[in-house]
């Protein structure tokens, strides 16, 4: 796994938000997203909900957070998406200056959200939660499916590759017309990267590492050399 100055830069952006959570009491940042000119930082647990972004990697600016207990951010198109505890979902049309929240029909803790290549949007969460819109504006639906979910202790992310729609949480992907298990891919994961060649790499518990180089439908194992549980993978300078 390569290092390079861009993923220092990167580490020291995440450090900074974490020192200012902490300082507030709160407790984790729970996910990242980066933008254009901005990048955006989420999390807290229980009654705490904190929602950051900068511009500069350097000054941190509190942005208005909808909801507490805050987990998965994302940009999807012009609009900036959160997930929560107790079912939270929300979007922003201002970036975070102002909040829609969406009723959906569950309590449980919502991870992730992703929108697809036709129009779906997709939500994940605890104890086998899974939830979409058919099309932008449309009802959230609980989607009926045999995917068997990690355990609740991670914030996994949901994930666009040439297969389908890669769903960490459940170790499979939707292709379109149904849920598939990847051949080769086992174990409690967490996070995913794609390279711009279409390498995929997943890693998860106990310094687990997958590699994908057909879009996702099948996995190799990669030795990583260490026991600790991997919480995150990104592509940089050329190298996971």
């Not at 794609?194 to 590492?209: C, E, F, L």
Request: proline share 3%.
């Amino acid at each position: 796994m390569a290092k390079s100055k861009a993923v220092d830069q990167t580490t020291a952006v995440k450090q900074l938000a974490v020192s200012t959570f902490r300082a507030r009491g709160s407790a984790h940042v729970l996910s990242t997203e980066i933008g254009d000119h901005l990048a955006y930082f989420s999390g807290g647990y229980g009654r705490g909900g904190e929602l950051y972004s900068t511009s500069d990697g350097k000054k941190l600016v509190r942005r208005q957070s909808p909801e507490n207990g805050l987990r998965g951010i994302r940009i999807i198109g012009d609009e900036l998406w959160l997930t929560g505890q107790w079912g939270t979902l929300a979007v922003s049309r201002d970036r975070g200056a102002s909040w829609t929240t969406i009723s959906v029909a569950t309590r449980e803790c919502l991870w992730d959200v992703v929108r697809d290549a036709k129009g779906v949007t997709w939500v994940h969460g605890t104890k086998g939660t899974l939830l979409k819109s058919a099309k932008p504006g449309a009802p959230f639906r609980a989607v009926t499916h045999g995917l068997r979910n990690r355990d609740e202790r991670s914030n996994p992310r949901i994930e666009l590759v040439p297969a389908g729609v890669m769903f960490v949480l459940f170790n499979g992907y939707w292709d379109g017309a149904k849920f598939v298990k990847p051949a080769g891919l086992t174990g409690a994961n967490t996070a995913l990267a794609i390279a711009p060649s279409g390498t995929i790499i997943i890693v998860g518990d106990k310094g687990a590492a997958f590699r994908s180089t057909d879009g996702g439908v099948s996995y190799t194992p990669v030795t990583t050399g260490i026991a600790a549980d991997l919480d995150d993978v990104a592509f940089v300078a050329g190298g996971f």
